[in-house]
């Protein structure tokens, strides 16, 4: 017994671990606007094909969305392993060719990739029923100026929403 357990912790200390591994996850976030809709009809007519379509993509673990008023934006996370590029690659192919189905007057997507290291340590979302869309932005701004002041800041993104 004294063997065995002398043995697995000898082992334990030949076992090469990392504190933080380094595991490639393929992410991108997919923004697409359709001007003057409201958010049901930016869910219907736009978010859920494209959650349809994108789910369809080899090597996609899960599609998210959020539909707003004028716009969604879909999370996309393909499998741990997967090749960033062709990953990618195999995503902005698969929107461009389906691009003829989606209602006339929808933007073209802006496809942003993330990395799994990529998260916030803040997020502050501003929310109103006092405050128009414009209003809120001006607040939001203002307090990216005073966060950003603080050292050691970067990459600040403040959300504002109205009811």
Not at 16 to 26: D, F, K, M, W, Y
Not at 44 to 55: F, R
Not at 130 to 140: A, E, F, S, V
Request: charged share 25%; proline share 6%; net charge negative.
């Amino acid at each position: 017994m004294i063997a065995f357990l002398l043995i697995g912790g000898y082992s334990t200390f030949l076992i090469p671990r990392e504190e933080e591994p380094q595991i490639q996850v393929p992410m991108a976030d997919i923004f697409i606007g359709y001007p003057g809709a409201g958010p049901k009809d930016v869910e219907t007519k736009v978010a859920a094909p494209l959650e349809k379509m994108i789910s369809n993509v080899k090597g996609v673990e899960y599609v998210y969305s959020t539909s707003m008023k004028g716009q969604a934006m879909l999370i996309v996370q393909f499998y741990v392993g997967e090749d960033v590029e062709r990953s990618l690659v195999k995503l902005y192919s698969e929107l461009m060719k389906n691009m003829d189905k989606m209602p006339q007057g929808v933007t073209l997507p802006l496809i942003k990739t993330r990395a799994i290291d990529d998260v916030p340590v803040l997020s502050l979302t501003l929310w109103s029923e006092k405050y128009n869309d414009y209003q809120l932005r001006q607040i939001g701004q203002e307090l990216t100026h005073e966060i950003k002041k603080i050292t050691d800041v970067s990459g600040i993104n403040i959300i504002g929403r109205r009811s």
